[in-house]
Nanobody
Framework: QVQLVESGGGLVQAGGSLRLSCVAS????????INWVRQAPGKEREFVAA????????NYADSVKGRFTISRDNAKNTVYLQMNSLKPEDTAVYYC????????????????WGQGTQVTVSS
């Protein structure tokens, strides 16, 4: 089993940056693909980014390509989401979620979720 805890959210002006962290517990963390998924008020959950266990394969939603970067440090059981050039439409609760592998991630199949961290971008 994997437990996930997000942090790093906050209030930022448009054009600013934030870095989210997702710290995992569980000895099998390094074998999981980790995703960032967000949900804005009144909207469905939206895939943001994913990174495979080795950190050499990543996937991004078109809406964040070129602005967000996902990375991981398996020694620290942590996945990061660097968010630059933030826009008001990026405002949402950001969750990290694990998938068995990238194929599961592409199919939007998630096993474990964190509690989420709020990101608010003001115009």
């Amino acid at each position: 089993q994997v437990q996930l805890v997000e942090s790093g959210g906050g209030l930022v002006q448009a054009g600013g940056s934030l870095r989210l962290s997702c710290v995992a517990s569980g000895r099998t963390f390094s074998t999981y693909t980790i995703n960032w998924v967000r949900q804005a008020p009144g909207k469905e959950r939206e895939f943001v980014a994913a990174i495979n266990w080795g950190g050499d394969i990543t996937n991004y939603a078109d809406s964040v390509k070129g602005r967000f970067t996902i990375s991981r440090d398996n020694a620290k059981n942590t996945v990061y989401l660097q968010m630059n050039s933030l826009k008001p439409e990026d405002t949402a609760v950001y969750y990290c979620a694990s998938s068995r592998d990238m194929v599961s991630s592409w199919s939007r199949r998630y096993d474990y979720w964190g509690q989420g961290t709020q990101v608010t971008v003001s115009s």
